[in-house]
């Protein structure tokens, strides 16, 4: 297989601005980071690409808040390491963001989910190959011809979301080997569906 992960796929426009983050939530979104470190589930592999992320919605917008590309490394972000998705076309593979570092290169699978389920608040992505194929095609699975970061991982996980019409649960990612994603009212909600695997 050829390793691919952590690459950027979408076209971006990149407002290149400071974005701001509640005090509240920067701590909510480190603790979270640090559980999900502890288990090895967001992290960076051997070769140096980052990997996991998180994301939450921004008020009952499609708009959302997610960890930065490549920023995996880190024990504590900031609000650099942040960026806001403004809108994206899945489609036509495009997305705009503002911040100070790009958006995760798995902005497009967040997008899906946010935007076909307004309900849903909160996402966590995480890698665990265990895991992964324990419960592929087992729990809610997109499809495995359906590539990492690509507008068809995408559409393979906005027709899931569709069908579940829950706002909390676990989607695997079919052709994204280790892939998960938790999502719930909260995040709160989201690690405790990972845990409960």
Known sequence: MIQDEGYIKFNPSWNKSPISIDASLLIQLNEIRAQLQAKNWLGVLP?????????????????????GSA?????QLKEEHFSLVNHVTIEENKLECTGQIMASSES???AAVYIHNKKIKAIIHIHD?????????KLPSS??????????MALSIAEKIKQLKTNSGVLIMGGH??????????LDNAILLLQKL
């Open 108 to 110: 497009m699978s967040h």
């Open 129 to 137: 190959n265990n895991l992964w194929k324990k419960y592929l095609n």
């Open 177 to 186: 080997s280790d892939g998960i994603i938790a999502f719930g009212n909260n």
């Open 47 to 67: 070769n140096g690409i980052g990997f996991g992320n998180i994301s939450i919605r921004e008020k009952e917008s499609n708009q959302f808040i997610i960890t």
């Open 71 to 75: 920023t995996g490394k880190y024990s």
């Open 143 to 152: 499809s495995i011809n359906a590539a990492y970061g690509t507008p068809q």
